[in-house]
DNA sequence: CATATGTCCTGAGAGC
DNA sequence: TGCTCTCAGGACATAT
């Protein structure tokens, strides 16, 4: 489930291998099926041996290693992660690689599921490959005006919408959840529909929730899998108020009881009274 | 074009 | 206790 405030985490916890030289990249022994690798491992190597890290940047929900006029890009989907060597369990650790003089600075990419991938873009590809009609802009620097342009696009509820990478990049199922719950927002509601008055207050909603998260690093929930960086829990998870409530009086009016109702297979959790 | 559905994968938890 | 079954959801491919 790593989403914006998980995936900048993992960015923020691996930000201390800028500037050192690559020494070793390759695939660790693993039970499981191998992650989606592209290119292939040998092209990799032979692109990034010697070369140094110049920056670690967010792209939406991957994480991306600039490396002179390369970047590789990492992808978590549900279960993966990028840290430095204190993952969960080494079992299912898919990518791994190392630096110049650095033993205890070793970057790990592990995946339970192995639903994640690792790709490698030239810089001036990278335009054209990931952003170009599958991006929107991210979820933290987006404009207002352009925000309510791209939802009022969509006659969709506003619950699937907003999980659209190529309207906004960055917000996944939970946050969707919990910033419409905060603008009071009802998931059904087709995003075109929206008042432009909602609409103001579900972006600054967006920001605020993210912005949060982030400073909690990220949501871990009951299944544990998301870690940050040092392989500790995030803690957004103690602040959400319907994620996951299903049935729980609702924190926000303490009458209503949080539902669960399923939007494009996915579960959204709200307050119906809170909401409408 | 816009929108909806199927698929990938592993492990946790439910139910018997 | 141990088995089988369901479900979690990001994002892409394919269908409508």
Known sequence: MPELPEVETMCR????????KIAKVFLPECLYRPISITPGIGQIQRALLGQRVDSITRLGKRVAINIGDHALFFQPKMTGLVSLESVPDPDHVRFEMHFKGRRSERLQFWDRRGLGTVAMFKQADIQQ?????????????????????????????????LLDQKLVAGVGNLYASEMLHVARI??????NTISKQKLRRL????????????????????DGTYRTAVNDPGSYQNHHLVYDCEG??????????????VQSQRATFYCPRCQK
């Open 13 to 20: 916890g691996i930000r201390k291998i800028e500037r050192l």
């Open 129 to 161: 490959q990931l952003i170009d009609g599958k991006l929107g802009p991210d979820a933290l620097v987006i404009e207002f005006s352009d925000f309510a342009q791209r939802l009022g696009k969509t006659r969709r509820p506003i619950k699937p919408a």
């Open 186 to 191: 009802a998931p059904q509601k087709p995003a």
């Open 203 to 222: 972006h600054e909603v967006m920001l605020e929730i993210l912005n949060a998260a982030i400073e909690h690093e990220g949501s871990t929930l009951s």
């Open 248 to 261: 729980k009086v609702c924190a926000t009016c303490q009458r209503e009881t949080v539902l669960r109702i």
